[in-house]
């Protein structure tokens, strides 16, 4: 069992930035990979970011690309997601997700992911 908790939601004006944190219980996080999705009033829960056991691998969806990072810190069980030049659109709860892999592959889907925190709010004004 994974417990996830995420931190570093909040309001902050259109163009700037947060970075979000997610930290993972137990001794293994290096086996898991790891996602960040959002999902915002009245629609479906997206994937934003994922990222492989290893860090080598990484996916951002298209709207988010070149504005947003995701990282990860195995030594502090921490996935991160660092968020640049926000928008109105990126409004919505985010997610971070777990999922055991003896693969180094990431996961796009809700349905890759075994593990899911409670999410943080981000709410960009414009």
């Known amino acids: 069992q994974v417990q996830l908790v995420e931190s570093g939601g909040g309001l902050v004006q259109a163009g700037g930035s947060l970075r979000l944190s997610c930290v993972a219980s137990g001794r293994t996080f290096s086996q898991y990979r790891m996602g960040w999705f959002r999902q915002a009033p009245g629609r479906e829960r997206e994937v934003v970011a994922a990222?492989?056991?290893?860090?080598?691998?990484?996916y951002y969806t298209d709207s988010v690309k070149g504005r947003f990072t995701i990282s990860r810190d195995n030594a502090k069980n921490t996935v991160y997601l660092q968020m640049n030049s926000l928008k109105s659109e990126d409004t919505a709860v985010y997610y971070c997700?777990?999922?055991?892999?003896?693969?180094?592959?990431?996961?796009?889907?809700?349905?890759?992911?075994?593990?899911w925190g409670q999410g943080t709010q981000v709410t960009v004004s414009s």
């Open positions: 997700a777990a999922d055991p892999q003896y693969s180094d592959s990431v996961g796009i889907r809700e349905y890759s992911y075994r593990y």
């Open positions: 990222i492989s056991r290893s860090g080598a691998t990484t």
